[in-house]
Nanobody, 123 residues
Framework: QVQLVESGGGLVQAGGSLRLSCSAP????????LAWFRQPPGKERAFVAA????????EYADSVKGRFTITRDDAMKTVHLQMNSLSPEDTAVYYC????????????????WGQGTQVTVSS
């Protein structure tokens, strides 16, 4: 299992933006499905967004559609999550994950995970 490393979390006011990044030193990085999950305080971890290998598209949780954008940079082996119009309900630990095959929104299909980065949105 390869350890992924998230960065970019922090404290932001409601309505603000943050950009999360995840470094994923995986061999054959370009074939991986990459995703972001989040775990709010006292709740289970849940799917946020995923991106397939080149030109295969993206998928988002309903709660973040239109506000969050997931992108990947295969040359740099990184995945990003641009988060706009943040609200206190977005407060959570955000995790990036990677898998070669699986259902994009299914947590248990992912083989590689990061340690998480805290995002706190104040009202």
């Amino acid at each position: 299992q390869v350890q992924l490393v998230e960065s970019g979390g922090g404290l932001v006011q409601a309505g603000g933006s943050l950009r999360l990044s995840c470094s994923a030193p995986l061999p054959r990085f370009s074939v991986y499905i990459l995703a972001w999950f989040r775990q709010p305080p006292g709740k289970e971890r849940a799917f946020v967004a995923a991106i397939g290998m080149s030109d295969t598209g993206t998928e988002y949780a309903d709660s973040v559609k239109g506000r969050f954008t997931i992108t990947r940079d295969d040359a740099m082996k990184t995945v990003h999550l641009q988060m706009n119009s943040l609200s206190p309900e977005d407060t959570a630990v955000y995790y990036c994950a990677a898998t070669e095959v699986g259902t994009w929104a299914r947590e248990h299909d992912y083989d590689h995970w990061g340690q998480g980065t805290q995002v706190t949105v104040s009202s």
